[in-house]
C-alpha cells in the first residue's frame, strides 16, 4: 500500500517538473499569439490617467535613459554610506561595538518575527476571505 502510494507521489512529481519545463520553453498558451512588447515601466504618481499611449511610451524611453546613471550613482551612495559608517564604528570602544552588535542582531530577530506574523496573519486571513466570496455568490 506505502509502496503503492509512493509511486503515485513521484510519477505526479515527474509530471509535474515535466510540465514546469514545457511552460518554461514555451510559455503562451494554446491559442495565444506572440505580441509586440510593450516598453515597460514606472509612470509617476498621477500620471496614469492623464498621460496618452505615445506619451507613456516616451516616459518609459525616458527612464531607460537615465536608468544606468541612476544606478550608478546609488551604488555610489551605498559605498559612501558604508565608508562612513565605518568610519563612525571606529570611534567606538569594545564594550560599544558589542552592544551595538546585540542591539542589531535583535532588531533584525524583531523584524524578521514581525515579517512572519504578517504572513501568517494573511494566509489565515486568506480562507476567511474566500468563505465571504462564496457566500456573496
Known amino acids: 500500500?506505502?509502496?503503492t502510494m509512493l509511486k503515485k507521489v513521484l510519477f505526479a512529481t515527474i509530471v509535474a517538473a515535466a510540465?514546469?519545463?514545457v511552460v518554461a520553453v514555451?510559455?503562451?498558451s494554446i491559442g495565444q499569439e506572440t505580441k509586440?512588447?510593450?516598453a515597460k515601466g514606472r509612470l509617476p504618481a498621477y500620471y496614469a490617467d492623464i498621460v496618452t499611449e505615445k506619451q507613456r511610451t516616451e516616459i518609459y524611453a525616458i527612464q531607460d535613459k537615465y536608468s544606468k546613471q541612476i544606478?550608478?550613482?546609488n551604488e555610489?551612495?551605498?559605498a559612501i554610506?558604508?565608508?562612513r559608517d565605518g568610519e563612525i564604528e571606529k570611534l567606538l570602544n569594545a564594550e560599544q561595538k558589542e552592544k551595538l552588535k546585540k542591539a542589531q542582531e535583535e532588531g533584525a530577530a524583531k523584524k524578521k518575527k514581525?515579517?512572519?506574523d504578517k504572513k501568517a496573519a494573511e494566509e489565515s486571513k486568506a480562507p476567511a476571505e474566500k468563505k465571504l466570496e462564496k457566500k456573496a455568490k
Do not use: I, R, S, V
Open 76 to 78: 555610489q551612495l551605498d
Open 26 to 28: 514555451n510559455p503562451l
Open 19 to 21: 510540465a514546469g519545463l
Open 36 to 38: 509586440d512588447k510593450k
Open 81 to 83: 554610506a558604508k565608508k
Open 114 to 116: 514581525a515579517a512572519e
Open 1 to 3: 500500500m506505502c509502496e
Open 71 to 73: 544606478t550608478d550613482l
